[in-house]
């Protein structure tokens, strides 16, 4: 599977790292820079609008006389273009309030394909998680699996699904509030039809649907494998319906990131949730810090350790996060930490998450899960010294290890070389910075 946004990430942290390479910063290899940028930006199907805007804003901040004078100008260029990132795709807006005199409504719009049927689930499941008692209406009369795929979905997370033979949808989605108020239900989420394209039969529907239910949210969820096409749907729909927040779907699939940077631009309404894949807890809230973080090649730690607290023993959790703060990991966490990402989802889903790990793999997703079998035998054929102190690991030892392992000796030379790697990584994510975003976070 895909890193999230790898060809996007993979130019610009090539590009940044050349600008770092500059013996000085000056005006030229800033331009110099920007025209690689917008290459890349343009390659992953970022609005050119965007494109210009973006690069206009970076361009004007970055060859200031306080960047090109700095003492470290490059990390300041770098810190530019993620303030910019994080502007373009935010603020950060998953709030969805309660409706004091009732049930809150949440419409759910979009095309067919989009993933919006799966999505109200997903959503469901991630409000259930809050304490929300949520009602499912299934209302895409269009489509014939839709009404029993939401129905089997429903069941899969115990929240009950208001459905009906047939009917008009607009009165299927006003008798579902009527039910949800009935059962005590909390949250009705309205999964409307949607069609190959927009039309005047799908918009006159889902603005009925609108007028009758009244809806505290209207999401339109958008497919971001569909590049420009997601953000001009996007628009359109805008332009029909009030729209409140967008939902990204399919971001863990083969994305270019040119939906995630440039719908917000384009239509001014905030996305407020991501799915990263098909489970049914695979969908999360929004947020543009880590998404740029990740896009940056930063890594994003606040939502690994989120991850890894839903996953595995609260006290393990904290124990990892302390020892990745003070840069104190070794191999035997590596190897931990390993089988806690392997219970944690596809391991290439986590890998954009640490720091620097996906520049480690090189680019190895499809053999993923078999580099960390490797990784995880040879770790597993040291002694339990070897792993707390690698440095210790001669020669001698290296060859018992890969015969232990039954792997090469360039295969175990690699490994050590590539954790000594990792290590320096992460050690510049210890002190100050970490501190800040794990303290920030706990609040």
């Known amino acids: ?34 025209r690689e940028v917008r290459v890349a930006l343009l390659e992953a199907d970022v609005n050119l609008i965007v494109v210009k805007e973006f690069l206009k804003n970076v361009s004007a901040k970055a060859v200031g006389e306080d960047v090109i004078k700095s003492v470290q100008p490059s990390q300041q260029i770098v810190k530019i273009i ?56 299934a209302a895409d009369t269009q489509r014939p699996a839709a009404i029993e795929q939401l129905k089997t979905l429903g ?5 009950p699904v208001h459905a009906e033979a047939s009917g008009r949808p607009p009165m299927i989605c006003k008798r579902g509030i009527e039910e949800a108020i ?28 609108a007028d009758v239910t009244k809806p505290d949210q209207i999401l339109l969820v958008v497919d971001s494998m569909t590049g420009q096409d997601a953000v001009n749907s996007a628009k359109q729909f805008n332009e029909k319906l009030p729209l409140t927040g967008v939902v990204l779907t399919k971001l863990d699939g083969d994305t270019r990131g040119g939906a995630a940077l440039s719908i ?12 990263v894949g098909e489970k049914i807890d695979d969908l999360s809230e929004f947020y543009p810090d880590r998404m740029a973080q990740r896009i940056l090649g930063m890594g994003d730690v606040i939502s690994l350790v989120e ?57 190895k997703e499809d053999d993923m899960q078999g580099e960390f079998k490797r990784m995880k035998a040879i770790i597993q ?14 020669g001698s030892r290296r060859k018992r290890i890969a015969q232990g ?30 501190s800040k975003m794990m303290g920030k976070h706990r609040k």
């Open 1 to 34: 599977m895909p890193r999230m946004f790898e060809s996007l990430t993979d130019k610009l942290t090539g590009v940044l790292r050349r600008l770092a390479g500059k013996g000085r910063i000056t005006e030229a290899n800033i331009q110099e820079g920007m």
């Open 82 to 137: 993620y303030d910019e990132m994080v502007a373009l795709m935010g603020p950060a807006d998953a709030a969805i309030a309660k409706n004091p005199n009732r049930p809150t409504v949440i419409m759910m719009a979009g095309l067919q394909g989009s993933g919006k049927t799966t999505t109200c689930a997903k959503l469901a499941k991630l409000f259930m998680k809050k304490g929300a008692k949520p009602l499912l209406v």
């Open 155 to 159: 069941a899969s997370i115990e929240c």
């Open 182 to 209: 009935k059962l005590g239900r909390d949250l009705v989420i309205l999964d409307t039809a949607g069609r190959l394209h927009i039309d005047e039969a799908l918009m006159a529907e889902v603005k009925e649907i």
């Open 264 to 275: 917000k631009f384009i239509t001014g309404k905030p996305i407020k949730f991501v799915g």
């Open 307 to 363: 991850k890894a607290q839903e996953n595995v023993d609260a006290d393990t959790a904290r124990r990892f996060a302390t020892k990745l703060h003070k840069n104190e990991i070794d191999l035997q966490d590596f190897l931990e930490q390993i089988g806690q990402m392997e219970k944690m989802g596809p391991i290439s889903q986590i890998i954009g998450m640490i720091p620097g790990m996906g520049q480690m793999m090189g680019g």
């Open 381 to 394: 054929s040291m002694t339990f010294d070897e792993r707390k102190h690698p440095e210790i690991i001669d």
């Open 405 to 434: 392992a039954g792997r090469t000796l360039p295969e175990i030379n690699n490994l050590l070389k590539q954790f000594k790697d990792l290590r320096k990584m992460m050690k510049g994510f210890s002190g100050g910075r970490l």
